[in-house]
């Protein structure tokens, strides 16, 4: 996708609405410096370029018993196209998965997995992760306690 063209008005909308998504327009528009109806054209295409890409409501994962964070790394045996394709398919459709990177270094994967407890963590591994044949690897790093997560993407960088 090419990059958008944003300007300090467009950082102003962004900011407001990834600090929160619910602003009406009303208020977005005061703080972004415009009257409504400007800036709701400049949202519309925001989210028509694909630089908006939704609108979410962000759980407290424990609220919803979601206890367990694990951060897991995934090595692969053999790289061809058709184990990644299956292996991004599989982590891809798996619900515990919020969050996938292919990356360089020892690992291959990481993927943020989600889970009630260590026991439903220990199914998840055994039962579907060292289950997939390409898998040569796994390693679990389990969160002891969430720093910062869900925090706005810094705008301060964009011209």
């Known amino acids: 996708m090419p990059k958008t063209d944003l300007d300090a008005i467009d950082h102003r909308i962004l900011a407001a609405l990834q ?3 619910r602003r009406t327009n009303v208020d977005v528009a005061d703080l972004a410096g415009l ?3 400007p800036c709701l054209r400049r949202v519309k295409r925001l989210e028509a370029d694909g630089v908006i890409r939704a609108y979410r409501a962000v759980l ?3 609220a919803v018993g979601l206890g367990l964070t694990v951060f897991v790394e995934i090595k692969v045996a053999r790289h061809t196209k ?3 394709r299956i292996l991004h398919e599989t982590l891809a459709a ?4 919020v969050s996938c990177h292919m990356v360089s270094g020892v690992a291959d994967f990481v993927a943020e997995i989600v889970v009630p ?3 439903s963590y220990e199914r998840l591994l055994t039962e579907r992760l060292l289950a997939l044949p390409m898998v040569a690897d ?3 790093n389990f969160a002891l306690r969430r720093i910062k997560a869900d925090a706005p993407l810094p705008l301060d960088h964009l011209p």
């Open 138 to 140: 796994v390693r679990s």
């Open 117 to 119: 407890d260590l026991e």
């Open 35 to 37: 009257s409504p109806s």
């Open 60 to 62: 407290d994962r424990a």
């Open 82 to 84: 058709e184990n990644a």
């Open 19 to 21: 600090a929160d998504g």
């Open 94 to 97: 798996m619900p515990e998965v």
